[in-house]
């Protein structure tokens, strides 16, 4: 069973539906501060298909719980990593469904996840860093496992990129929630140039204690890695960021991708 809630900043439960597979749930009212919108499953360990707004592309999550509680970004500041009709007016329309057996199996970016959010919620692949720059929400770790992958401009969306303050030691650490099995990454760099720089070099850590180095180019493409040796990890994380040596201090990434499959599926 899935049930999908609207809550209020009280905990106040505004509408509510429950379904064995696949629940929609038809909201028709304006949004406030502190709404949440809560999942609550009968079993843990779910795959998921979740889009709780039209504007989110739909995503295929992990729930190890039985609980996911995404809050609706409804400040001014928060909504600028969004598109600007995400979760606004008075029509909406958000749907769960089990993730089918195929779509659990497949060969795919197991990294990817729209619904993701600064804060731990219950819900994987999850990202998280060291840095944000100026906590500002168009540089917050989640915005390089959104899928948006305009690269040519930074700042508000589609621009939004996970920016690091100029922090020598920045690292951003995705994690899977589960093993997963991986054998391919990709990086794409934000490349609004000459405002930018880019990094030559990045370490790649995983949750085995394993690491490969990723030698890196001027690009506004996906720049993809084959790993060495096939992993099973739970989480991998970038650091180790070799700036080049051009005048600009400001390299970014805007998404990374991590290929392979679910080991549990």
């Avoid at 592309?57 to 729930?63: A, E, M, R």
Wanted: hydrophobic content about 35%; overall charge negative.
């Amino acid at each position: 069973m899935i049930t999908i809630q609207v809550i209020d900043k009280n905990n106040q439960i505004l509408k509510t539906k429950t379904a064995a597979q696949r629940v929609f749930l038809d909201y028709l009212a304006p949004y406030q501060e502190g709404d949440k919108v809560q999942i609550e499953l009968n079993q843990s360990n779910r795959y998921l298909v979740a889009q709780l707004d039209e504007a989110l592309l739909p995503s295929l999550i992990y729930v190890p719980n039985k609980t996911w509680t995404y809050s609706i970004p409804i400040d001014e500041k928060a909504r600028e990593a969004y598109s600007s009709k995400v979760f606004a007016g008075t029509r909406h329309y958000l749907t769960i469904r089990e993730a089918t057996v195929d779509e659990q199996a497949n060969y795919q970016n197991l990294a990817l996840n729209a619904h993701d959010q600064k804060q731990e919620s219950g819900a994987y692949p999850h990202a998280t860093a060291n840095v944000e720059t100026r906590n500002d929400s168009t540089f917050f770790a989640r915005n390089a496992i959104d899928g948006v992958f305009a690269n040519e401009d930074h700042g508000p969306y589609p621009y939004q990129s996970w920016g690091i303050n100029q922090q020598q030691d920045a690292k951003i650490r995705i994690d899977f929630g589960r093993l997963v099995k991986l054998n391919k990454l990709a990086l794409t760099l934000r490349a609004d140039f000459p405002h930018d720089s880019y990094w030559t070099q990045v370490t790649v850590i995983f949750s085995d204690g394993s690491q490969e180095k990723i030698s890196l180019a001027k690009s506004k493409d996906p720049q993809f890695h084959s790993i060495e040796e096939v992993k099973h990890v739970s989480w991998l994380e970038l650091q180790q960021l070799i700036k080049a040596d051009d005048p600009s201090p400001f390299p970014a990434l805007t998404q990374l991708e991590a290929y392979g499959y679910n080991l549990d599926s």
